[in-house]
């Protein structure tokens, strides 16, 4: 005996999806499950087959019941919810859906990642270096002396553990920039980094947190000038704040670059024209400078040879600044209170 | 520092037909940063710690001067140099210096006749602009030069110096001085004072000078001072004693040693005209230090190399000029105003490229060979665990990288100068901040899920600490096998490879805990997949509940079922009702299609084996 299950199959699930009315569904039962149906009649046949053959064919048969059974309880359901709900049904539809629970990431990682967006496209590789750091990385080998007034500007935070004869005392980095000596010691050039780190600094106001994230660009090759800081920084400030932000260096110093540069972009509330909450149209962003020959010298690299730019700012203030968002007070990003987080 | 200089007061200096706000866009982008323009007539300028020599109007105006043409202005320099003056007179100044590297250059002239009254209208009105209160004649002219040339200057009434003798020489610790403004200050060691005959303190040097020696309206011989001081011993003095000066931060920055006898001179000038005095001693000159003139070598091409353009050699060298450099030969000579801050060929480049202007050299991307990738595991494997987590529902956290005692746990390092107990430790696990944070929102929700992707500190013998990256996840309102759940479900996501080993701490209040270490979950990540070759043959899928105990683990379970027979192809958790544990098995036979005679084999294979093993049987 020959059986075509698959063709019987799809035939009734064609007949199914066009029984639209509950008329036409019950000539459907009466086919293919009812007391006369196709299901009746083939079990009644393979009952009368030899041995060999009911093995093969009652398994078939048995596979077509369940597959038809199935079809007809699918297809009872919707109709009748369909039914049930048709006297709202165009109300129903506009229900809000019911969306799964999604959580938050933070702003911080948010931002992290977009500036990691911006700098990867130019062959930037990110990296992270320690947080709890020696004196050495963080300011003797960045061309500050230990009496040097300029380490003062960095509210320093110690670790109560012993000092190292030559790497010095142990602290909690208070700049991304211990991560270019690091970065040249591995002596892999050409370097381009991108050092996105937990900083910490001794300081807590509204416009200070003792936890902070910076990121670092340090980028380091034969014949690297200032005109390459400025087109990495055109490219970032476009990418970053839009086409219509304009930017430019001032003179600054940091011990650790030469020339030294402080990086201003166009206010984004006046659109550059002055107002109150900027200097003249322009507002801070952050320090930059061409690699100091000393620092480059600590890192292992011949400064007659090799120059370089680097500049280092705040995660947090970027990110402040490209959003417009006017967070009161910067501590609330670590309070995680989740009232806040969910905002973002 | 910021300072106050009125554009009035530089036209002393420099004429220009630049207005307020040309030298305002022209100082911010070529030498310091002009803050704000107060009453169309005050600059408040930044001027960075290098740049002591921009304290002053003089210094301002000198940049004007190098700056103003190349913004198209022009810029005539109006006074004249000056030329030292020969003084005599009777009255003495015995001076004892103990050790000259505290006073590079003490130099002092006395003035008889003076008459103590009120300054001039311009004198005061300049010194108001700039912030300072006008007193009287005598102390007004030592302010005035100190905001005009840079040098900060004392003025002492010579009668009240006992003997007419200075011992200038370090405190010692516990000596106490009444300053100007009447506070007693107990000195620590170190800081630079002076001793008169009678060995009274007369003066905190480079800081204020003392109430005991202080010109008053009876005053008529003032020595005026005029000193170099050590800048380090002054800044950590006026730290120390929390009084912060603008002459002391002026001398900590480094004066011009060169400009002290021509400040003192002009200043002398000014006193005896407004006061009616004349000079009546010698011009007292000591010099302890000699300064060498410092030059460096040109190096037009290094210049080039570091603008990365064609900076011309005429332009190069006028602009040195203009600053005051002096070039023979292949040599600059730094003016002595900027004898602390330039030392190398990049220092000149610095001063060149800055006058040329930044924002002239053009824009232009890095070329050259791109750097060698190492492996970029951690931050994509970071990503997707994070946003894997999101989408469970989680909250990301930052806290602090210290924490309370409380919070500490074992062997965490101590911060020496925490800002406040609260963050007196370095945390060594994100749990118990999680945990904070959890019972800080308590009213947040029934139920609540946060984690943190961060490092901890742990201490290490004779080295920085293991600074290792956790994830720590706190949950509440979250049933136990859910939570258990997300975190296999992440190692599926990020294909951790074997059996990565992790513990639940349950938590009253319904909370639990897990915390990972990140980098090494990063290890056994990204594992490779296998395929398995699809089969044409079907699969019977039947449910066991069997009585379980427990001393046994649902692991022990599963392998004993797998391995009763190869073709048990799947073994799943379905239910679990009071000591009833059903299980959804599998049966697949890769070769042919198996039947459900073959699988009752089977399964009565797994009953026998899972009685003989643990005794477990199947339910009744």
Redesign the interface.
């Known amino acids: 005996m020959k059986l075509d299950i698959e063709s019987i199959k799809s035939e009734a699930k064609e007949m199914l999806e066009k029984s639209g009315e509950p008329g036409s569904l019950a000539e459907w039962y009466s086919k293919y499950l009812g007391k006369k149906g196709i299901l009746r009649t083939l079990t009644s046949d393979v009952s009368d087959l030899a041995v060999e053959e009911k093995k093969e064919l009652g398994r078939k048969v048995n596979e077509l019941k369940s597959y038809l059974e199935e079809a007809y309880a699918g297809i009872l359901n919707s109709v009748t919810s369909i039914k049930k709900d048709k006297p709202l049904e165009n109300f129903y539809k506009t229900l809000p859906g019911k969306k799964p629970e999604i959580g938050h990431l933070h702003l911080i990682t948010q931002a992290i990642r977009e500036i990691n967006e911006v700098f990867s496209k130019l062959g930037f590789i990110r990296v992270r270096y320690p947080e709890v750091e020696w004196d050495y990385y963080s300011f003797e080998a960045l061309n500050m002396p230990k009496t040097h007034p300029a380490r003062d500007e960095w509210e320093t935070f110690f670790i109560d553990l012993p000092e190292d004869p030559k790497l010095g005392k142990v602290v909690i980095t208070p700049h991304t920039s211990n991560g270019q000596i690091r970065e040249m010691l591995k002596g892999d050039l050409p370097i381009r980094m991108l050092n996105i780190s937990r900083c910490g600094r001794r300081q807590s106001d509204i416009n200070h947190v003792p936890t902070f994230y910076q990121f670092e660009g340090l980028v380091i090759d034969k014949n690297i000038s200032i005109t390459h800081l400025k087109g990495v920084l055109e490219y970032l400030i476009y990418n970053f704040f839009g086409k219509d932000t304009k930017f430019r260096l001032r003179p600054y110093d940091f011990r650790f670059t030469e020339p030294s540069f402080e990086v201003d972009v166009t206010c984004g509330i006046c659109g550059g024209k002055g107002c109150r909450f900027c200097k003249e149209g322009w507002v801070e962003l952050g320090g930059a400078g061409m690699v100091h020959p000393n620092v480059l010298r600590a890192g292992g690299i011949d400064p007659d040879v090799y120059s370089g730019f680097a500049f280092g700012w705040g995660v947090e203030r970027v990110l402040m600044m490209r959003t417009g968002l006017k967070i009161d007070d910067i501590r609330y990003l670590f309070e995680n209170n989740l009232k806040f987080l969910e905002q973002f | 520092m910021n300072v106050l200089i009125p554009f009035s007061w530089l036209k002393d200096y420099v004429k220009t037909n630049a207005g307020i706000r040309d030298v305002?866009?022209a100082l911010?982008?070529?030498?310091?940063?002009?803050?704000?323009i107060i009453d169309d007539d005050v600059l408040e300028i930044e001027v960075?710690?290098?740049?002591g020599d921009g304290l002053s109007v003089l210094g301002i105006a000198r940049e004007l001067a190098a700056v103003l043409p190349v913004k198209g202005f022009s810029a005539e320099w109006l006074k004249k140099a000056f030329t030292v003056k020969k003084y005599s007179g009777k009255d003495k100044l015995k001076v004892t210096i103990s050790d000259n590297s505290l006073v590079p250059r003490f130099s002092a002239a006395v003035i008889d006749k003076v008459k103590v009254k009120e300054s001039p209208v311009l004198i005061k009105e300049r010194l108001s602009k700039v912030g300072i209160r006008a007193i009287n004649n005598v102390v007004d002219v030592t302010n005035y030069y100190m905001i005009e040339l840079g040098q900060p200057m004392h003025a002492f009434d010579y009668d009240k110096i006992a003997g007419h003798e200075m011992i200038v020489r370090e405190s010692k610790k516990g000596e106490e001085i009444v300053t100007l403004d009447a506070v007693k200050r107990i000195l620590p060691e170190g800081v630079i004072v002076i001793e008169d005959g009678d060995g009274r303190l007369i003066d905190l040097c480079g800081i204020m000078g003392a109430q005991n020696s202080e010109v008053d309206e009876n005053t008529t011989k003032v020595l005026l001072f005029v000193q170099v001081y050590d800048p380090?011993r002054i800044?950590k003095s006026s730290m120390s004693l929390g009084h912060r000066t603008e002459a002391a931060l002026r001398f900590?920055k480094g004066v011009d040693f060169e400009s002290v006898i021509p400040s003192l001179q002009t200043a002398v000038g000014m006193l005896t005209e407004l006061s009616g005095g004349e000079v009546s001693s010698e011009l007292i000159d000591l010099t302890g230090t000699v300064y060498t003139k410092k030059h460096i070598k040109i190096d037009y091409e290094k210049i080039n190399?570091?603008?990365?353009?064609v900076i011309k050699k005429d332009f190069v060298n006028a602009t040195l000029s203009s600053l005051g450099f002096v070039i023979k030969g292949n040599d600059v000579y730094v003016p002595s105003w900027r004898y602390d801050d330039i030392e190398?060929i990049?220092?000149l480049?610095?001063e060149v490229?800055?006058i040329y202007g930044?924002?002239k050299?053009?824009?232009?991307?890095?070329g050259?060979?791109?750097?060698?990738?190492?492996k970029m595991g951690t931050?994509a494997l970071e990503?997707k665990a994070?946003?894997f987590?999101?989408?469970?529902?989680?909250?990301?956290?930052?806290?602090?990288?210290?924490v309370p005692g409380s919070m500490a746990g074992h062997g965490a390092?101590?911060?020496?100068?925490?800002?406040?107990a609260d963050?007196e430790f370095?945390r060594v696990s994100l749990t118990p901040k999680l945990l904070d944070?959890l019972n800080?929102?308590k009213g947040?929700?029934e139920?609540?899920?946060?984690f943190e992707l961060?490092?901890v500190?742990l201490?290490k013998k004779g080295d920085?600490?293991d600074?290792p990256y956790m994830l720590g996840m706190t949950v509440r309102g979250v049933d136990f096998l859910v939570f258990k759940g997300i975190v296999e479900a992440l190692f599926e996501e990020l294909r951790v490879a074997g059996d990565f080993g992790f513990e639940i701490t349950e938590h009253p209040g319904g909370v639990l805990s897990c915390e990972l270490p990140f980098d090494k979950l990063v290890d056994a990540a990204g594992g490779g997949r296998v395929y398995s070759p699809l089969t044409g043959f079907n699969s019977i899928k039947e449910d066991i509940t069997i009585i379980v105990g427990d001393a046994t683990s649902f692991s022990e379970i599963i392998s004993a079922v797998s391995n009763t027979d190869v073709r048990v192809n799947k073994v799943g958790f379905k239910d679990m009702y009071e000591d009833a544990l059903t299980l959804s098995i599998e049966f697949l036979d890769r070769a042919k299609q198996i039947t459900s005679e073959e699988t009752k084999v089977i399964r009565d294979g797994i009953i026998k084996n899972l009685d003989s093993k643990y005794g477990i049987k199947l339910k009744a």
């Not at chain 2, 960075?48 to 740049?51: A, D, E, G, L």
């Open positions: 305002a866009k911010s982008e070529h030498s310091f940063s002009v803050e704000k960075t710690p290098n740049r380090v800044r900590e190399k570091i603008a990365g353009t190398i990049e220092d480049a610095e490229i800055r930044y924002q050299l053009p824009n232009e991307l890095p050259g060979t791109l750097p060698h990738h190492a931050f990503d994070k946003d987590l999101k989408h469970m529902g989680f909250f990301e956290c930052y806290n602090y990288s210290a390092l101590k911060v020496k100068n925490p800002l406040n963050l370095l944070v800080k929102n947040y929700s139920t609540v899920k946060l961060s490092s500190y201490s920085l600490p600074q």
